[in-house]
């Protein structure tokens, strides 16, 4: 059993994904904000002057993303759906060649399979909620379709 079913339908509701996507976010978005030596020594990555700040910055922005999950989740309208997906393809992406290109560099150490994953998951289910067409508009067209 896959993400779709045999009809074009997605198993998941994108409001469970997008719950599933704010939790950790916003967890590790504190934990950068609050103690991101922590995390960036986890890594791998030196703790060069700034390093700290840069972590924070990052973690706030973690923390939006997951905010933005958490009041986005219970969205109804195809268009602001729509918009919101979008970012997260386009963001997501950028952010897995972004943690490859740390790996392959020898940036992070291998714990940064971590990120790599992560971002890989949440690029190819959000890119398969944005190719995904709700069932209404499928069944519009069938019906308008010319015979």
Known sequence: MGLINNKGDIHMKLKTFMIINAIPAVIVGILL???PSLLIRALGLPLDK???LDGQL???ELILMGLVCWFARNITDYKTQRGIISAFVIANFISLVLSVMGLVNHTFNTVGWVAVIAYAILFVVYGIYWLAQPREMREAQQVHQPS
């Open 58 to 60: 990052y973690g706030s």
């Open 50 to 52: 700034g390093m700290d």
């Open 33 to 35: 904000v609050v103690v």
